[in-house]
């Protein structure tokens, strides 16, 4: 999620130095190796030093893809078969 949120904040900063600096600070928190806070992409989605420096828009828009797929087709529904979830949606219905 906060990969997630970094990306949105990306997205709508206009200046093109501070998202400069927002595309470093989330290619380090999430897309180097031994991130902090990694997320699993594959190399294509990861942007390139080139891409980061021109800082489009859209720089982080392949990983939030790979990111949004993995949750809506793995975390999401094993989520929904945990125990926590189970007991949760006993108790609401």
Request: proline share 4%; aromatic share 10%; hydrophobic share 45%.
């Amino acid at each position: 999620m906060t990969f997630w949120k970094a990306c949105a904040e990306y997205e709508q900063t206009s200046d093109v130095n501070k998202r400069r600096e927002l595309a470093l600070k989330i290619f380090d928190a999430h897309l180097v190796e031994k991130a902090p806070e990694a997320v699993n992409v594959d190399a294509h989605a990861r942007p390139l030093a080139a891409d980061m420096e021109r800082a489009p828009l859209q720089l982080f828009l392949s990983a939030q893809k790979q990111v949004f797929n993995l949750m809506k087709m793995d975390s999401y529904p094993r989520f929904l078969k945990s125990s926590l979830y189970q007991e949760v949606s006993n108790l609401c219905f």
